[in-house]
């Protein structure tokens, strides 16, 4: 029989990704939620919480999910730059394809809500798009972005 804690460890860093993704789904929206309460603009909201997520996201990934545990200076810089701009990359991917996939005839109601199947298709690649780039990327071994 399969033990859970052996599936968690084989396969923990894409678990802690997972993992950390709910949490910066909650971080994005709670951020939205006191932006729009404290009466601050939807449209500035909805960025400055996109940021807030990023930037907490960018965190638990560098230390949670891919153990890059430098703390030198030069290192965090390229890594938050290179983080911010693969997510600006899939979210421009994302813009563009969910649009393109409503046109293809994607605009079903998976959970009541028309177009969520597009959503949904969208959301799943831009999550393994987001993964991909940050394992290769930002915080790949032995490159000079995750020595430290």
């Known amino acids: 029989m399969l033990d859970p804690k052996e599936i968690f460890l084989k396969h923990r860093e894409f678990a802690m990704y997972i993992i950390c993704g709910g949490f910066t789904i909650l971080v994005s929206w709670l951020s939205y939620a006191v932006f729009v309460w404290a009466g601050i603009d939807l449209n500035v909201s909805n960025v400055a919480s996109w ?86 990327l930002v915080f790949a071994r032995g490159t000079s972005a995750a020595k430290g």
């Open 51 to 136: 940021v807030c997520g990023v930037t907490f996201a960018f965190v638990v990934n560098k230390w949670l999910v891919f153990s890059s545990k430098s703390v030198e200076a030069s290192v965090i810089a390229k890594e938050l730059g290179s983080f911010f701009g693969a997510r600006i990359l899939t979210g421009v991917i994302a813009a563009f394809m969910f649009p393109a996939l409503l046109g293809l005839g994607m605009d079903q109601s998976v959970f009541g809500v028309a177009g969520d199947l597009a959503k949904g298709v969208t959301s799943g690649l831009e999550i393994a798009l987001n993964y991909v780039l940050s394992k290769y």
